[in-house]
């Protein structure tokens, strides 16, 4: 799945996001972003997660890794 993947959404993008759905100012969206990106790169790291994107409703998701849908396909 990695392949596919050019670029996960950049801090930028999920703070005007954070800043659209939950009304928060510059400051607070920035430090939120930073936060999540953070705990996805750590997702990502611990072989949880490919990336993650806005999805064609704008919402972010995450990119399952290979291993982790495998292991769903299981139960």
Do not use: C, T
Request: glycine letters at 6%; a negative charge.
């Amino acid at each position: 799945m990695s392949d596919n993947i050019s670029q996960s959404a950049p801090l930028a993008s999920i703070s005007s996001y954070l800043k659209r759905v939950n009304g928060l100012d510059e400051q607070q969206a920035q430090l939120e972003a930073q936060q999540i990106i953070h705990d996805f790169q750590r997702m990502q790291r611990q072989g949880y997660i490919e990336g993650w994107y806005f999805d064609e409703q704008g919402h972010l998701a995450l990119i399952p890794s290979d291993d982790v849908l495998a292991r769903m396909q299981e139960k």
